[in-house]
C-alpha cells in the first residue's frame, strides 16, 4: 500500500489515495500504521475518497482503529494532497467529511499548498447533539468533578465533541492522567476530546489537547476552534484568536453574522513510503 506521511502543526497522520489504493479493514490499518514503533507512527490514517456530492471524500479513524467525523488538521492536508499530487487544479474546493461537507481555499506558493483556510461551520452547543449528558440548555462553565477535582466545562462541537477546560498552566496539568478520565467520563457517551486552555491575552490563548482515540497530540484544529468559541462564550477572548499549540500556531476567526468559525494554519508533507500491508 502505497502512503503519504503529512501533519498539521504536528498533528500527523497516514493518507492514503483510494483513486488508486484499496484498504480493507481501515480500522485495523489504522492501528498498524499509526504504532509508532512497529508502523509508520501517526495520530491516525485518513483516506482520500471520491465524493458524489463534493470534490473529495475524507474518510478518517484515530489511532485506536475508532473511526471519527471530522478533523481541522487532518482536513488542511487532505486540501494539499490533492492539489500537490494533481488530483484537482481549483484553489477552493469542498470536502465530504462525517460532519457534513467543508469548504476550502488554498494558499499556493511555488505550486504547491503552503496554508489552508477551512470554513468549520456552525459550532453547536446543544447538549443533545456534542453529544454531552446534561439536562442544561448548554454546557457552559458548568462545575463538573472529575479525578477528585471540579473543573468547569464548557462544551462545543464542531463536528465531534469537545470539553473545554481553562487552567492557569497547561504544562503542569498532568494530561496523561487526567485526559482518560475526562475522555471516558460517563457525561460523555461517544467519550471526548478535551482541551486545556490557558488564556494569555484576548487574541491569545495557549492549549493542550487530549484526543479521544489518540491520546495527547501536538494539535487540534477542531478543538482550536471549539476552544476559541468557549473563550468567547466565557467572555475571555475576542473574535479573532491566534492558538499556540505544541507543534506551532493556529489561527481562528469567529464571524457573529454568519454564526461561523474558520481557521488557517500550515500542512505539511513529510515522506511517501509504501508498506507492505501483510
Not at 34 to 63: C, E, Q, V, W
Request: hydrophobic share 35%; aromatic share 8%.
Amino acid at each position: 500500500m502505497k502512503f503519504t506521511k503529512m501533519h498539521g502543526c504536528g498533528n500527523d497522520y497516514v493518507y492514503v489515495n483510494c483513486f488508486k489504493e484499496k484498504v480493507n479493514n481501515p480500522s485495523e490499518m489504522s492501528r498498524i500504521v499509526s504504532d509508532r514503533h512497529f508502523g509508520i507512527g501517526s495520530d491516525g490514517l485518513i483516506l482520500i475518497k471520491p465524493s458524489d456530492k463534493a470534490d473529495f471524500t475524507m474518510d478518517m479513524y484515530n489511532a485506536d482503529g475508532s473511526k471519527s467525523q471530522m478533523c481541522g488538521n487532518g482536513i488542511r492536508c487532505v486540501a494539499k494532497y490533492v492539489y500537490d499530487y494533481g488530483l484537482t487544479d481549483k484553489q477552493q474546493i469542498r470536502i465530504e467529511t462525517g460532519a457534513g461537507i467543508k469548504c476550502l481555499d488554498l494558499n499556493v506558493k511555488d505550486k504547491k499548498v503552503a496554508e489552508v483556510t477551512v470554513d468549520m461551520g456552525t459550532p453547536i452547543t446543544e447538549p443533545e447533539r456534542i453529544p454531552v449528558l446534561c439536562d442544561r440548555e448548554e454546557v457552559i462553565a458548568m462545575p463538573v468533578t472529575v479525578g477528585g477535582r471540579v473543573y468547569e466545562l464548557t462544551c462545543v462541537s464542531m463536528g465531534n465533541p469537545h470539553a473545554v477546560v481553562f487552567v492557569e498552566d497547561t504544562k503542569a496539568i498532568g494530561i496523561e492522567k487526567i485526559g482518560p478520565l475526562f475522555e471516558h467520563h460517563h457525561m460523555f457517551p461517544e467519550r471526548t476530546n478535551t482541551e486545556f486552555i490557558h488564556v494569555i491575552d484576548r487574541n491569545t490563548i495557549a492549549m493542550r489537547v487530549w484526543e479521544r482515540g489518540s491520546g495527547e497530540t501536538l494539535a487540534c484544529g477542531t478543538g482550536a476552534c471549539a476552544s476559541v468559541y468557549a473563550c468567547i462564550r466565557n467572555g475571555y477572548t475576542e473574535d479573532s484568536v491566534t492558538v499556540r499549540l505544541l507543534g506551532g500556531e493556529l489561527k481562528i476567526q469567529y464571524d457573529r453574522e454568519k454564526n461561523t468559525i474558520f481557521m488557517t494554519g500550515p500542512a505539511v508533507t513529510v515522506f511517501d513510503g509504501e508498506i507492505n500491508i501483510n
